[in-house]
């Protein structure tokens, strides 16, 4: 059976962003609706929800809000989220499966976000084109922005507990000032 070529998501950004988080590629339930961090396991959401747990706008949960909704609350924090990749090959949803993919286009997106503090990879993967990353940040004159490598949120990466994550998640957006 031969792999598609799939697109991903366009950039979730504002020009108030200050922490871009990255992941690698959009899951199969991500792409089928349409959302970023659209799998109902996924710790993304929840992830955040603890990091500002007195600025959910709703009682319950934030996956309870539309996604409009939590895409608004994301950017009002000062978070914008997009992936490394813009499209690939890939059956499923592991980035083990990932294959011809084509990297986004970086120095495009900085010039979006001139409040960019830092950039975070969600995961290994998205991590392994950090080069890419900082091959843009040099070309834009921004050759100091840090990069972080976070856990992934990912139901695949079930090695790291939700607190293990949430620790290493806080750590990040602190020091990006968000906290």
């Known amino acids: 059976m031969s792999e598609l070529r799939l697109t991903g998501l366009p950039p979730l950004v504002s020009g108030a962003t200050r922490l871009?988080?990255?992941g690698s590629f959009p899951g199969a339930a991500s792409l089928a609706r349409q959302q970023y961090y659209g799998h109902p396991y996924n710790q993304f959401w929840p992830i955040l929800e603890a990091l500002w747990p007195e600025e959910v706008p709703v009682q319950g949960s934030i996956r309870t809000l539309a996604?409009?909704?939590?895409?608004?609350?994301?950017?009002?924090?000062?978070?914008g989220v997009w992936d490394v990749y813009a499209s690939c090959e890939r059956q499923g949803s592991l980035d083990a499966a990932i294959r011809q993919p084509v990297v986004n286009d970086f120095a495009a997106l900085l010039a979006q976000c001139p409040c960019l503090q830092a950039i975070a990879h969600n995961g290994g993967e998205s991590f392994s084109q950090a080069r890419h990353v900082r091959a843009s940040l040099q070309a834009s004159g921004r050759p100091d922005l840090p990069l972080y490598k976070?856990?992934?949120?990912?139901?695949?990466n079930a090695s790291w507990r939700f607190e293990r994550k949430l620790a290493a998640w806080r750590e990040v957006v602190h020091s990006a000032g968000l906290l």
Request: aromatic share 8%; charged share 15%; glycine share 4%.
């Open 20 to 22: 871009l988080i990255l």
């Open 67 to 79: 996604y409009e909704a939590r895409c608004q609350w994301l950017l009002a924090r000062g978070l």
């Open 150 to 156: 976070l856990p992934s949120t990912s139901p695949a």
